[in-house]
């Protein structure tokens, strides 16, 4: 068998992008959400993967509820190791917001749960990618379940990942979890385009005045802090009512704070994009090299360790 070499891309997709976190609930849902319809509203072709198979928001935020569960073939996950999928067995995405959307979340009930074991979680992204008929785009932008498990393994293995993107909260015990997702993508020299600081303060609606919400990080993070900030994007109590309720606050506020956070993070999203342009792509030669190095670095530093 011939070894590979390369990293397998989605047919007529431009830039395959992530979104991922350390934690859960610190936005990162919003923040693919509102990034991929900002892009849309610029005239990009943008497709939208839930990749949360355990909590999938994205429906619920895009206002596509589906709150009976599911039974019978009706809730038949795509699930089978198949790439060349003929195009009229392909499944066809949602549009929402001029964006093509698929989750999980369309086969199950808001109530029901999946429960795949985690392995199962990578093949699964990897076949709702192949198998959803995105057709030709310049975004596809999967929104990660936070941590460092799968499916994020997965797509690290096998995909030519374009650039991912951090969601952060400005305090400490979000930031050392979002410290451990970089060294995730880094690791595997999968571009890291920044981070974005989100529920970064609250400007008062009565008087404009602008309050910490979190405790400001205390502690430094140097890879962390050395990453392009992408966005800074403040806390709005009428963004949560409308988000979760389907309207995504750059469609519902287009003139809010929020909002505006928004559109620049997506300008600085797709600057950071450019600037790559030029970039050599990875190669799976250079993260086996590289995680060979990894390894004897850390013996080294056990054999040094001094109790
Ligand atoms: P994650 O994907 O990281 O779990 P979500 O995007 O689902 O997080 O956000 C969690 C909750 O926080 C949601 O109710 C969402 O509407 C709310 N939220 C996210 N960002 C903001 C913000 N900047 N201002 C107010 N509420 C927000």
Known sequence: ?????????????????????GKGGVGKSTV???????????????????????????PIMLGIRKRTASSGTEATLPFAERKNIPQAQKIKPLVRYGVKIMSVGFFIGEEQAVAPIPDVLGLLILQLLYSVDWGKLD??????????SEPQATLCREMQLNGAVLVTTPQDIAR??????????????????????????????????????FPR???????????????SIPLDPVAVVNSDKGHPIIVSMPESPVAQAFRSMTANVVAALDTRKTAPERE?????????????????DLDDRKD
């Open 284 to 300: 799976m030669s250079d993260v086996q090299e590289e995680g060979k190095c990894t390894m004897i670095k850390e013996e080294t």
């Open 176 to 213: 050392i979890d979002t410290a451990k997702a970089l060294a995730m993508f880094q690791n595997v020299h999968v571009p890291v385009l920044g981070v974005v600081q989100n529920m970064d303060g609250f400007v008062c609606p009565h008087c404009g005045e602008r309050a910490e919400i």
């Open 217 to 231: 990080s205390q502690e430094a993070r140097n890879l962390l802090d050395e990453l392009p900030l992408l966005g």
């Open 1 to 21: 068998m011939q070894s590979r070499t390369q990293y397998a891309r989605v047919e007529q997709v431009d830039k395959l992008l992530v979104v991922g976190s």
């Open 139 to 148: 975004y596809l932008i999967i929104d990660l379940p936070p941590g460092t």
């Open 32 to 58: 693919s959400v509102n990034l991929a319809i900002s892009l849309a509203k610029h005239g990009a072709t943008v497709g939208l993967l839930d990749g949360d198979a355990y909590g999938p928001s994205i």
